[in-house]
């Protein structure tokens, strides 16, 4: 069974910081995706991350997939108010239809 | 761009009634999902369907129904709401295969 965990669950962190959410699963796959969630809102897709050392950026986001580690990081840079959300990585359960499975979440308050 | 339509924002029903939460997309998608959203609980999901008239449970079916008679349609239904059904529900579609989903608005539900 594809398990997925997010770290950290909770992130508060000042402006102009430096971060990194991390989303580990425990069996293969090569397929992952990133998810943003504005409060009341639903979901919106980030990225998809294809193949072991792909590499995605979009601003201050950047979004990193290690399929040997079972390891995808999102990292955020200098940090600005209008990203805190909730983030979710999301990965591709290969023998099973392909669906999703889903980590808890990182909800990330940035304060001015 | 993929438009997944919830045909509700906020819905409020009383305990014991039938209620309807409808989800249709618009771009040929095969499957579809429907999940609940609680605080600290993150994606459950409910039921989803890999074509018309195909249906698979999820982790959490009890008290929940699913209709597809349309391919772009999807129906949750609650057959007997109760306050413990309280909660955010998102429908999602993608095609078939290792794709991401597209998400509606959400339902927000009150049982009281």
């Known amino acids: 069974e594809l398990k997925v965990e997010q770290n950290p669950l909770f992130l508060s962190m000042q402006e102009g910081k430096n971060y990194t959410i991390y989303c580990n699963y425990s069996?293969?796959?090569?397929?992952l995706y990133w998810y943003r969630q504005d409060p009341g809102k639903s979901l919106e897709s980030l990225f998809v991350?294809?193949?072991n050392g792909a590499v995605k950026q979009e601003g201050r986001l950047m979004a990193s997939l290690d399929t040997k580690a079972r390891l995808s990081t999102l990292h955020i840079t200098a940090a600005v108010h209008d990203l805190s959300a909730t983030y979710f990585c999301?990965?591709?359960?290969?023998?099973?239809?392909?669906?999703?499975?889903w980590g808890a979440g990182t909800k990330l308050i940035i304060k001015p | 761009d993929v438009k997944v339509t919830q045909s509700s924002r906020y819905l409020v029903k009383r305990t014991g009634e039938k209620v309807f939460l409808e989800c249709v997309q618009d771009m040929d998608h095969e499957n579809m999902f429907w999940y609940r959203q609680d605080p600290g609980l993150g994606l459950r999901l409910i039921y989803f369907s890999y074509d018309v008239k195909m249906k698979e449970k999820g982790d959490i079916p009890e008290g929940y129904s699913v209709s597809r008679e349309k391919k772009e349609r999807f129906s949750l239904i609650l057959e007997s709401a109760s306050t413990n059904q309280t909660s955010m529900y998102l429908c999602?579609?993608?095609?078939?295969?290792?794709?991401?989903?597209?998400f509606g608005s959400g339902t927000r539900l009150t049982v009281v």
């Open positions: 069996t293969t796959s090569d397929r």
């Open positions: 999602a579609s993608s095609l078939r295969g290792p794709y991401g989903y597209t």
């Open positions: 999301a990965v591709v359960m290969m023998d099973s239809n392909y669906q999703l499975i």
């Open positions: 991350l294809l193949s």
